[in-house]
């Protein structure tokens, strides 16, 4: 058993470790005065393809194939040099997530950041991917989503995957809450087609990006065999369908900062940088 820790009477930071150490500071605000980019599209969203960032990315692509007129520039922030720390992003998000929004449409410019806000400012916007019958149903799994991805990321990713080192009970506590999550999403759809009911909504849209890789095996290393993801059957159905959809598909590689060549797409400004794309 390692070294029970002892907390201070007071906290102080101190170097941790770990994946994100070298950014992680327990202040908010901007660090280095830089303006964000800007193209000629009336949205503008400044994100990294994360599960978070994702929501986002392909809410926009199935505004577009929808036929709405959502066109939109895409400009990938770079969460590990600290690219969220800069004063034009700091402007959208002084909270310094990714991703964050720009709605240029109206008189005045307004700022939308926080991903299920996001997804319910375009869906309200836009009048799409809302469910008119089940609309309270929709809502609470849209926020069961936004309540439960600390869990699953900041929780189970960081300390099965990104912590210094590995302790039992951390993972036991967040591998356990990673499980019970999947589970309640597993009956659920067993129930119904989508999580609002028979309709793809938001809800959908917010959940898909993190439990897909969990289901597809791409995320925090071994994870879909550690937790036995295999186990639920009804999340796989779901996910394989969404996953075949040409937005998700497009929506998933906007702000793609990894892999092979063809399957990053650091910047996005119309339908025509998806071509040789592998997705």
């Not at 700022?111 to 997804?119: D, M, P």
């Not at 849209?142 to 009970?169: C, D, M, N, R, T």
Request: net charge negative; proline share 5%.
């Amino acid at each position: 058993m390692p070294n029970a820790y002892t907390p201070p009477k007071v906290w102080k930071n101190t170097e941790s470790g770990g994946k994100f150490a070298n950014i992680n500071r327990p202040t908010s605000g901007a660090r280095e005065t830089r303006e964000l980019p800007r193209g000629e599209h009336a949205f503008q969203l400044y994100s990294l393809a994360t599960p978070n960032g994702v929501k986002a990315s392909v809410m926009l692509e199935e505004l577009l194939e929808a036929g709405h007129d959502a066109e939109y520039d895409a400009y990938t922030i770079n969460i590990g040099e600290g690219d969220q720390f800069t004063s034009g992003f700091v402007g959208i998000n002084p909270n310094s997530k990714i991703p964050a929004l720009l709605d240029l449409t109206g008189d005045e410019e307004v700022r939308v950041f926080e991903s299920g806000a996001i997804l319910l400012h375009l869906a309200e916007k836009f009048g799409a991917f809302l469910s008119s019958e089940h609309r309270a149903e929709m809502l609470s799994w849209l926020f069961w989503q936004v309540g439960s991805a600390p869990f699953i990321g900041g929780g189970f990713g960081h300390f099965y995957a990104y912590a210094p080192e590995k302790f039992e009970y951390p993972i036991d506590r967040y591998s356990m809450e990673t499980k019970r999550l999947f589970d309640v999403a597993d009956q659920r759809l067993g129930a119904t087609k989508y999580l609002a009911g028979d309709d793809y909504t938001i809800a959908d849209i917010a959940i898909f990006p993190w439990f897909a890789p969990f289901v597809e095996g791409t995320i925090y290393n071994d994870a879909k065999t550690f937790l036995s993801i295999d186990e639920y059957e009804n999340v796989a159905r779901w996910v394989k369908e969404i996953a075949a959809r040409p937005a998700v598909k497009r929506g998933r590689i906007v702000n793609k900062a990894w892999g092979e060549d063809d399957e990053q797409l650091l910047e996005r400004h119309s339908a025509a940088d998806f071509a040789g794309k592998k997705m």
